[in-house]
Nanobody, 125 residues
Framework: EVQLVESGGGLVQAGGSLRLSCELRGFTFADYTVGWFRQAPGKEREGVSCISNTDGSITYADSVKGRFTISSDNAKNTVYLQMNSLKPEDTAVYYC??????????????????WGQGTQVTVSS
């Protein structure tokens, strides 16, 4: 059974930082991509960042470029999202997702094969 376990959300003041973690369990894909998405109240879910395990390709939404950094630690089967210079508009539930041969679709905001449970990020002004 594939499981994605997220952690690291919380409450932070504007300008602060948080690091989200997404631990990957039970998957056997050789070629996969992990993506971070977010959904703010009353808004549609949007793609934030994607990372391919095949060639390390990375993509970011324009709204987070230069502030967020995605990375992976294959030894720990964990993908991270380092979020700096946070803004109130970054407030949302953040989800990680994983899919086989999914990088192109992740970069275009398409849903993954598997989702994590989500973690709340709240940025106060």
């Amino acid at each position: 059974e594939v499981q994605l376990v997220e952690s690291g959300g919380g409450l932070v003041q504007a300008g602060g930082s948080l690091r989200l973690s997404c631990e990957l369990r039970g998957f056997t894909f050789a070629d996969y991509t992990v993506g971070w998405f977010r959904q703010a109240p009353g808004k549609e879910r949007e793609g934030v960042s994607c990372i391919s395990n095949t060639d390390g390709s990375i993509t970011y939404a324009d709204s987070v470029k230069g502030r967020f950094t995605i990375s992976s630690d294959n030894a720990k089967n964990t993908v991270y999202l380092q979020m700096n210079s946070l803004k109130p508009e970054d407030t949302a539930v953040y989800y990680c997702g994983i899919g086989p041969r999914w990088y192109y679709y992740c970069a275009h905001g398409k849903s993954p094969a598997y989702w994590g449970q989500g973690t709340q990020v709240t940025v106060s002004s």
